[in-house]
């Protein structure tokens, strides 16, 4: 089975960082997904790690560590449409296809 | 010229009801998928689509049947409608099977009284 753990809220600050965690325990691993969510609307994909290192887009990147089952999120100068619900998911080795997701943070951006 | 399309965006319905979901996307891609999203936000995948072939059919009551005329569509019919079954409902596609960029669409909330 697969167990994602990531904390379920933050609150910060407009123009701060944050950063979110999510630790997996998978029975495999193909790589790691990313997600936003905003109240009401579908997933929209943010980045995808399958190398352990830094992969930085904009105002966000993500991590990974494969050997030690973790990764972050890094959201730097928050806007208050940063608002969200970020999503970790994780792929299973090759051949088994489905992406697990995680419960997901709520993050909320306060003025 | 939406990538992932849903109808319909919300369904009110009475227990014990059948009722279905539709779900097309114009990105051209191989596989498809239903999620279910329930009042905690935990998303969990339901089935998935490869070239209309069903390759990921999780726990699921067998009341929940996804069809795939072809490949561009994947539809969810729901018997027999129970309260639990509340929840928004995902559809997603992704260029390939293990390829998991998925591209979701708008979501179908489902609200069974």
């Known amino acids: 089975g697969q167990n994602i753990d990531q904390p379920t809220e933050m609150t910060a600050t407009e123009g701060a960082i944050v950063q979110i965690n999510c630790t997996y325990q998978?029975?495999?691993?193909?790589?790691l997904f990313w997600y936003q969510q905003h109240a009401g609307e579908a997933p929209t994909f943010l980045s995808y790690?399958?190398?352990?290192g830094l992969e930085e887009k904009g105002r966000f990147s993500s991590f990974l560590s494969r050997s030690k089952g973790y990764s972050y999120l890094l959201l730097k100068e928050l806007q208050m449409k940063d608002s969200a619900s970020y999503l970790c998911?994780?792929?299973?080795?090759?051949?088994?296809?489905?992406?697990?997701f995680g419960a997901g943070t709520t993050v909320t951006v306060r003025a | 010229d939406t990538a992932v399309s849903q109808t319909p965006k919300y369904l009110v319905t009475q227990m014990g009801n059948d009722k279905s979901i539709k779900c097309e996307q114009n990105?051209?891609?191989?596989?498809m998928y239903w999620y279910k999203q329930d009042s905690k936000k935990f998303l969990k995948i339901m089935f998935s689509?490869?070239?209309?072939?069903?390759?990921i059919n999780e726990t699921v009551p067998n009341r929940f049947s996804p069809k795939s005329p072809d490949k561009a569509h994947l539809n969810l019919h729901i018997n027999s409608l129970e309260l639990g079954d509340s929840a928004v409902y995902f559809c997603?596609?992704?260029?390939?099977?293990?390829?998991?960029?998925?591209?979701f669409g708008p979501g179908t909330r489902l609200t069974v009284l």
């Open positions: 998978t029975s495999g691993f193909n790589g």
């Open positions: 998911a994780v792929t299973p080795l090759t051949g088994d296809y489905k992406l697990s």
């Open positions: 689509y490869n070239n209309k072939e069903l390759i």
């Open positions: 997603a596609s992704s260029q390939e099977a293990d390829y998991n960029e998925q591209f």
């Open positions: 990105l051209g891609h191989d596989t």
């Open positions: 790690n399958v190398l352990d």
